[in-house]
Nanobody, 127 residues
C-alpha cells in the first residue's frame, strides 16, 4: 500500500490551500486516514482524521487546537483524505504527512491491520 500526498507548495499568508492524499494498493477495508504535520525542530503533530463509519465520506474530526482554520474531509470510496487550510500563517510552514490504517487479507479473512505513512508534502507560507 502506498500513500501519495499532493497539493503542497509555496503559498502567501492569508491564502487557502487544499492537500490531497490517496492510498493505493491492496486494501480490503480502509479504517481511517489522517493528517499530521511536522515543523522544523518540532514533533510531528496530529491535525485530524477521517474514520470509516460506513458512509462514503467517513466521520471527520480535527484536533481542538487547530480547529477553525483546518478542515479534514474524506472520500472512503476513493481511499482519499483532504486537508483544507484557510487563512494560512507563517507558523503553518511544515511538512504535512498523511497516514492510513487499513485491513488486508484473503477473502473471508483473516485480516491484518496495518499502518502506512505517506512521503510528506511541504507547505511553505510566505509573509
Amino acid at each position: 500500500v502506498q500513500l501519495q500526498a499532493s497539493g503542497g507548495g509555496l503559498v502567501q499568508s492569508g491564502r487557502s490551500l487544499r492537500l490531497t492524499c490517496v492510498a493505493s494498493g491492496h486494501i480490503n477495508r480502509l479504517n481511517a486516514m489522517g493528517w499530521y504535520r511536522q515543523a522544523p525542530g518540532k514533533e510531528r503533530e496530529l491535525i485530524g482524521h477521517v474514520i470509516n463509519d460506513g458512509s462514503a465520506s467517513g466521520h471527520a474530526s480535527v484536533r481542538g487546537s487547530v480547529r477553525g482554520r483546518f478542515t479534514v474531509s474524506g472520500d472512503i470510496t476513493k481511499n482519499t483524505v483532504y486537508l483544507r487550510i484557510d487563512s494560512l500563517k507563517a507558523e503553518d510552514t511544515a511538512t504535512y504527512y498523511c497516514n492510513a490504517q487499513y485491513s488486508t487479507g484473503p477473502a473471508g479473512g483473516p485480516y491484518v491491520t496495518s499502518d502506512q505513512w505517506g512521503q510528506g508534502t511541504q507547505v511553505t507560507v510566505s509573509s
